[in-house]
């Protein structure tokens, strides 16, 4: 090997820019949401950059990306990078892109100094990892761990009426990049994410070593009573959805987060059917997203919100039904990844400290498959999924560059 690799914060930074202009939105966030056009524009300009410098492009049946640069074994498993380049409707410009992008420096960062190693080092984007046009979130990752695409997900329809399986074949079709088969052996998964909340930036520590991630549930609610004249029905004549679903929200907002501060209690989508100011209406439709960091308090919490649902609805002799669009259970990463992420960032002289994700990731799964681990880095104020999410350049060079250490440390081992 020549030179120790080096990352180059100024190309990084140049990646970040140009991604960042796919789906940009007036408020300087991103709209670019899984398998759009805009998903596919990012993912043509990634298979650019990586045929510019030689690295192989290959993807899947969930449409999930792999860029790999060859080791001098081509049957030992790969160390895998990774991360998502879609985001939220109004997102940021770093959620996911960052460690999608950072990866990519690692692996020009590698060539550069014509580091040869027996492990290849392959980059994965993972499709839909935000879940927000198409439940459940980090579904190329699920698809790729399991080994399975379950028929149900191919005929979900995202608010725009698109069907799921076509949006797919479309994103596949759009590549020249041969289809595999959903999954393959790989060595160890490493992802570097912002960490979407203040711990970092508050203590002023560029890296975060994630031990594990928080459990997550998105539950749909759906109310059906019976839509009424606004004007002439009496209370004890309604069957009012929106007043169950108000009350059941109610008791929810004032009971989960206020009694338990590492709960989090989410309403972000409702739906009300027909949407007349003056018909009671006929059915609504709300999401909800709960997490907690203990799995079984976490099935308590749902308990809680199925009795309050329950509850509500009879009150107002409603019709109620809930399914599940996403049951993510806490996981631990192993202590050894986390100290070779740790180590790894200290031998690049970069301070630490050990840190919970409550936002939940790729890794989630591929922990599944193999030894993983993740590197948060501060964002500005904790803000994202918010168009004025941000990273100072030196924040995400020191992330990089951790990603870059503990990259050689797996391929030395
Ligand atoms: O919702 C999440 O935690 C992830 O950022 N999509
Ligand atoms: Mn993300
Ligand atoms: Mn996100
Ligand atoms: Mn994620």
Not at 106 to 118: K, N, T
Not at 166 to 185: C, K, M, N, R
Not at 227 to 251: S, Y
Not at 397 to 408: I, V
Request: proline letters at 7%; glycine letters at 8%; charged letters at 20%.
């Amino acid at each position: 090997m020549s030179g120790r690799p080096a990352i180059r914060p100024d190309r990084l930074q140049d990646r970040l820019a140009r991604f960042a202009a796919i789906g940009a939105t007036p408020k300087g966030g991103v709209d670019r949401q899984a398998l759009t056009q805009g998903d596919r524009q990012a993912r043509a300009l990634l298979v650019d950059l990586a045929g510019s410098r030689g690295f192989s492009v290959r993807q899947d049946a969930a449409a999930n990306l792999f860029l790999r640069r060859p080791g001098e074994d081509a049957d030992l498993p790969p160390l895998l990078l990774g991360s998502h380049l879609d985001t939220q409707p109004t997102g940021g410009r770093f959620d996911g892109a960052l460690g999608v992008l950072a990866a990519f420096e690692v692996l020009e960062a590698l060539e550069d100094a014509g580091v040869s190693a027996p492990r290849s080092v392959e980059i994965a984007v993972w499709t839909n990892e935000e879940g927000s046009r198409f439940a459940p979130g980090a579904m190329g990752s699920q698809a790729f761990a399991s080994g399975l695409l379950p028929a149900e997900w191919l005929d979900a329809r995202a608010s725009d009426g698109a069907r799921l399986g076509d949006e797919l074949a479309a994103t596949i079709g759009s590549l020249p990049a041969p289809v595999t088969s959903l999954g393959f052996p790989i060595a160890a998964y490493l992802e570097l994410h912002i960490e979407q909340g203040p711990v970092l930036e508050r203590e002023n520590t560029p890296i975060g070593v994630v031990t594990g991630i928080q459990g997550t549930l998105w539950l749909a609610v759906e109310l059906e009573g019976r839509a009424a004249h606004a004007g002439t029905t009496p209370l004890d004549f309604r069957q009012d959805p929106m007043r169950a679903a108000a009350t059941a929200m109610a008791e929810l907002y004032r009971t989960v987060m206020p009694t338990d501060p590492d709960a989090r209690f989410t309403i972000g989508r409702i739906e009300v059917q027909p949407g007349s100011i003056n018909s009671v209406p006929e059915s609504v439709r709300f999401t909800i997203d709960l997490r907690h960091p203990d799995a079984a308090v976490l099935a308590g919490l749902e308990r809680q919100v199925r009795a309050a649902c329950k509850n509500a609805s009879a009150d107002s002799a409603c019709r109620l039904s809930i399914h599940r669009l996403l049951d993510m259970p806490p996981i631990v990463f192993p202590e050894t990844m986390v100290r070779l992420v740790e180590e790894s960032a200290q031998r690049a002289k970069l301070a630490t400290r050990r840190i919970v994700s409550g936002a939940f990731h790729d890794a989630v799964h591929l922990a599944r498959c193999a030894p993983t681990a993740m590197i948060f880095c501060p964002c500005r104020d904790g803000i994202s999924h918010n168009e004025a999410e941000h990273v100072e350049p030196h924040f995400a060079a020191a992330g990089t560059t951790a990603l870059l250490e503990a990259t050689l440390s797996v391929l030395a081992r």
